[in-house]
């Protein structure tokens, strides 16, 4: 039961490990990309590819036929990333061994929708999966394994995203293989990450060079930052922090020099790839000879 890209490793690991895969759950296809063409997710794509059962209910809780044909695939159990839907109590019962989530955290830190993104925000040092036995909680079940993977300076949500789809494949794996004994989650440091809006991407050049430098990792390649250049919006896809002369006054957004270089809340980003509105991704050098923004021009202001 998965929808997006991060589950795909999983549905090809229990299947090329010879698991008997009763159907594959996954979000109906919508209209998506600039022609609202509609397409199958990513999840329906592979499943399709490797013949097997898709089911795409738009609802479960209130969807009595739908709980009803889950429980009678008659399954050991059910495997659960990145579905999208909320299970009712009647299909997290249903498989002999419950329901098996592979969460993209170190539980009980960031439960919720974005981890990835939450544990670059936050600075925190590292992060990873966990396999957790679901309940009606939201990510609160006991936990089956958790491994974890360092998070650098210039680790990208993009780069960290392939990584844990990966262990998450190994770790469900080895939690059909071994059966491992469950651990309640202690509440003691749980935390929370919402599900992400585009609006979160919004540079605010006022905060800590450190806390934006974050932000632009954490949110490639979605939903992505932006700024603003007078009523133009364009993208910031990656950036470096630079010193800074403490001696040098400019208020936050200012450009500091001719390689866009911006004064932040304390220190400077020098933007290094950007995006101009129906243009493509440019490195700044070549963006600032077709776009150039001298120093003193100050970003965000509409």
Not at 162 to 180: K, W
Request: hydrophobic share 45%; net charge neutral.
């Amino acid at each position: 039961m998965g929808t997006p890209e991060f589950a795909v490793p999983a549905l090809r690991a229990l299947h090329a490990a010879g698991h008997e895969i009763a159907a594959v759950y996954c979000q109906p296809p919508r209209p998506s990309g600039r022609g609202h063409a509609v397409r199958r997710c990513p999840v329906h794509v592979v499943a399709d590819a490797l013949g097997l059962t898709v089911h795409t209910p738009v609802r479960l809780r209130s969807d009595a036929d739908a709980q009803s044909a889950f429980a009678a695939l008659g399954l050991d159990v059910a495997v659960v990333v990145a579905y999208g839907l909320i299970l009712p109590q009647a299909m997290l019962d249903a498989p002999r061994r419950g329901c098996l989530n592979i969460h993209a955290s170190l539980l009980p830190r960031w439960r919720g929708a974005g981890p990835i993104q939450a544990a670059i925000l936050a600075g925190d040092a590292e992060t990873g999966v966990t396999i957790m036995r679901m309940e009606a909680g939201l990510d609160t079940g006991p936990m089956l394994l958790r491994q974890s993977v360092p998070i650098t300076a210039s680790t990208t949500a993009a780069q960290l995203h392939d990584v844990l789809a990966e262990l998450g494949a190994r770790l469900a794996l080895q939690a059909l293989q071994t059966d491992p004994s469950a651990t309640p989650q202690p509440e003691q440091g749980a935390t929370y990450a919402p599900k992400l809006t585009r609006e979160d991407g919004r540079i605010d050049w006022s905060a800590p060079v450190d806390d934006i430098d974050r932000r632009i990792r954490a949110f490639d390649p979605w939903p992505g930052t932006f700024t603003s250049l007078g009523a133009t919006v364009f993208k910031v896809l990656s950036a470096r922090i630079v010193d800074r002369d403490p001696k040098e006054a400019a208020p936050p957004g200012t450009v500091l020099d001719d390689a866009l270089t911006v004064a932040c809340g304390s220190g400077a980003l020098r933007l290094t790839r950007v995006q101009w509105p129906g243009r493509a991704a440019l490195d700044a050098d070549a963006f600032l000879r077709g776009h150039p923004i001298p120093a003193g021009t100050v970003l965000g202001l509409q």
